[in-house]
């Protein structure tokens, strides 16, 4: 890299740092009733609360029913998704496993 212009440098090194915290898909309606807690990148905000940013969206997509359904039976995640429809819960599910995790 020792050749290149300092602009051209400086335009890598930012590329790369910021590919790091993209979000792809876009953004669900109903983001704000999980945000309190899991936050909009899904980086907890709270003790005891799961980060949810870059785990697997078919992971988080079965939680989510499992909350739902009381096979997990715990009340703020039931209270949470329990007036979402299934399309919603796949947009959350995809919103959260595309977010980049950014705690080491
Ligand atoms: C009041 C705080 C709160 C809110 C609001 C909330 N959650 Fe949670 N969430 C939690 C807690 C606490 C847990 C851990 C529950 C357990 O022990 O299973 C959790 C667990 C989860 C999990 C399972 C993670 C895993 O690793 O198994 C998913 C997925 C999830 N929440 C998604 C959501 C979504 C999507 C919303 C919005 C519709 C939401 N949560 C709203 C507190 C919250």
Known sequence: MA???MRLKLALVLLLAGASC???PVRPLRLGL???CHGE???ATQPGVPDLAGQR???LRAALE?????RRDVAVMRAAVGPLAAAE???LAAWYAAQARCRP
């Open 22 to 24: 993209v979000a792809a």
């Open 89 to 91: 819960l796949d947009a």
């Open 3 to 5: 050749d290149l212009p």
């Open 41 to 43: 990148d899904g980086s």
């Open 66 to 70: 499992q909350y739902r359904d009381g």
């Open 57 to 59: 969206e078919d992971y």
């Open 34 to 36: 999980c945000a309190a």
